[in-house]
């Protein structure tokens, strides 16, 4: 076991020090745009959800009334990929989609909404990180293919329900200039319930007219976080989240420290809920939690972002919280 913890950490020290490989930005390797009236270029609509995603949704579609539309977080982050954007058909991409991100984190809505996922030709990871060097053009054919999503959506689906906004990482990205073209200071905005938009630096005053939400039941605003293990940060820039939105993901409010008995809930990658499993503690730009109480807590004590469990650490708390705001706009309209 010692050997093999060892070749385990070597292994880390050596992919840290690695580099992207990557080609030129260029147009004619940009694959080919999907086609949103067609059921294939959706990872999920309300009539094509997989027995594994019916588990976490509603048994009484026909009484849902209002849509979830989510946009994934960044699954491409292989430093030997030299592809800049992923096509929609990518077999190792849709089963990161289906398998991994639809049912770890929208799955915690699929009780408020009926969930519409496109598939979008994602930028890869470095696309953060070499902006300037063909990232601001990979990013750019991704959102172009989320605002041809939801064009199509809204067209095609959504029969004037009213909306809940949902993105993590690269998904938020996305979603923020959706709100921002879509809802921000315009008609549709009355039928926000709310946007969920975690995993990516947000500023308090990011929109003209969509409000920070910091109360449970507010409803026509946003709400976002990054979530770190405690007294731990960005490893670059330790500052970079100052200042940006640090919402509660626990209990929806002001509140700067949570306890045990307050966590309903985090989904893991075997299915299982494991409630009173963290606490966190609010600090300017970061959610700090600690080390989740659940069977591999001993290889999670290692890490210390927690960025990949933004959504699905806080799972149960997320979706009775969608459901009281759901609930809340159908009261009020």
Same mark, same amino acid.
């Given at each position: 076991?010692?050997?093999?913890?060892?070749?385990?950490?070597?292994?880390?020290?050596?992919?840290?020090?690695?580099?992207?490989?990557?080609?030129?930005?260029?147009?004619?390797?940009?694959?080919?745009?999907?086609?949103?009236?067609?059921?294939?270029?959706?990872?999920?609509?309300?009539?094509?959800?997989?027995?594994?995603?019916?588990?976490?949704?509603?048994?009484?579609?026909?009484?849902?009334?209002?849509?979830?539309?989510?946009?994934?977080?960044?699954?491409?982050?292989?430093?030997?990929?030299?592809?800049?954007?992923?096509?929609?058909?990518?077999?190792?991409?849709?089963?990161?989609?289906?398998?991994?991100?639809?049912?770890?984190?929208?799955?915690?809505?699929?009780?408020?909404?009926?969930?519409?996922?496109?598939?979008?030709?994602?930028?890869?990871?470095?696309?953060?990180?070499?902006?300037?060097?063909?990232?601001?053009?990979?990013?750019?054919?991704?959102?172009?293919?989320?605002?041809?999503?939801?064009?199509?959506?809204?067209?095609?689906?959504?029969?004037?329900?009213? #909306?809940?906004?949902?993105?993590?990482?690269?998904?938020?990205?996305?979603?923020?200039?959706?709100?921002?073209?879509?809802?921000?200071?315009?008609?549709?905005?009355?039928?926000?319930?709310?946007?969920? #938009?975690?995993?990516?630096?947000?500023?308090?005053?990011?929109?003209?007219?969509?409000?920070?939400?910091?109360?449970?039941?507010? #409803?026509?605003?946003?709400?976002?976080?990054?979530?770190?293990?405690?007294?731990?940060?960005?490893?670059?820039?330790?500052?970079?989240?100052?200042?940006?939105?640090?919402?509660?993901?626990?209990?929806?409010?002001?509140?700067?420290?949570?306890?045990?008995?307050?966590?309903?809930?985090?989904?893991?990658?075997?299915?299982?809920?494991?409630?009173?499993?963290?606490?966190?503690?609010?600090?300017?730009?970061?959610?700090?939690?600690?080390?989740?109480?659940?069977?591999?807590?001993?290889?999670?004590?290692?890490?210390?972002?927690?960025?990949?469990?933004?959504?699905?650490?806080?799972?149960?708390?997320?979706?009775?919280?969608?459901?009281?705001?759901?609930?809340?706009?159908?009261?009020?309209?």
């Amino acid at each position: 076991m010692k050997f093999l913890y060892a070749i385990l950490i070597v292994s880390l020290l050596l992919s840290c020090k690695s580099t992207y490989q990557t080609q030129t930005f260029s147009k004619a390797n940009i694959p080919v745009s999907p086609d949103y009236n067609k059921e294939s270029s959706w990872a999920v609509l309300p009539s094509t959800y997989t027995k594994e995603f019916k588990e976490y949704a509603s048994k009484r579609m026909d009484t849902i009334k209002a849509d979830v539309f989510y946009v994934y977080p960044t699954l491409n982050s292989k430093k030997k990929d030299i592809r800049w954007n992923v096509p929609i058909n990518d077999k190792e991409q849709k089963d990161k989609v289906v398998n991994k991100a639809v049912l770890m984190q929208v799955s915690a809505f699929a009780t408020s909404g009926s969930v519409y996922v496109p598939f979008y030709r994602q930028a890869h990871l470095r696309s953060y990180k070499m902006y300037k060097e063909g990232g601001k053009e990979a990013q750019e054919v991704a959102y172009l293919d989320v605002k041809r999503a939801f064009e199509v959506y809204l067209e095609k689906y959504n029969k004037g329900r009213p #909306i809940i906004m949902v993105g993590h990482s690269q998904g938020t990205t996305h979603i923020l200039r959706i709100l921002k073209e879509f809802f921000d200071d315009k008609p549709l905005q009355k039928r926000l319930i709310a946007a969920y #938009i975690p995993g990516i630096r947000v500023k308090e005053k990011e929109f003209k007219t969509i409000q920070l939400m910091t109360f449970p039941s507010e #409803i026509g605003g946003f709400i976002s976080w990054n979530t770190f293990k405690k007294n731990n940060f960005p490893k670059k820039d330790k500052n970079w989240y100052k200042g940006s939105v640090t919402t509660n993901p626990i209990t929806w409010d002001t509140s700067k420290r949570t306890t045990l008995n307050e966590h309903k809930g985090f989904l893991y990658t075997n299915g299982k809920l494991y409630k009173k499993a963290l606490k966190i503690e609010i600090t300017d730009g970061l959610v700090w939690g600690t080390n989740p109480k659940f069977p591999m807590r001993l290889f999670m004590s290692f890490l210390k972002n927690y960025h990949a469990g933004d959504i699905n650490l806080f799972w149960q708390n997320i979706r009775e919280n969608s459901l009281l705001r759901t609930n809340t706009w159908l009261k009020n309209r």
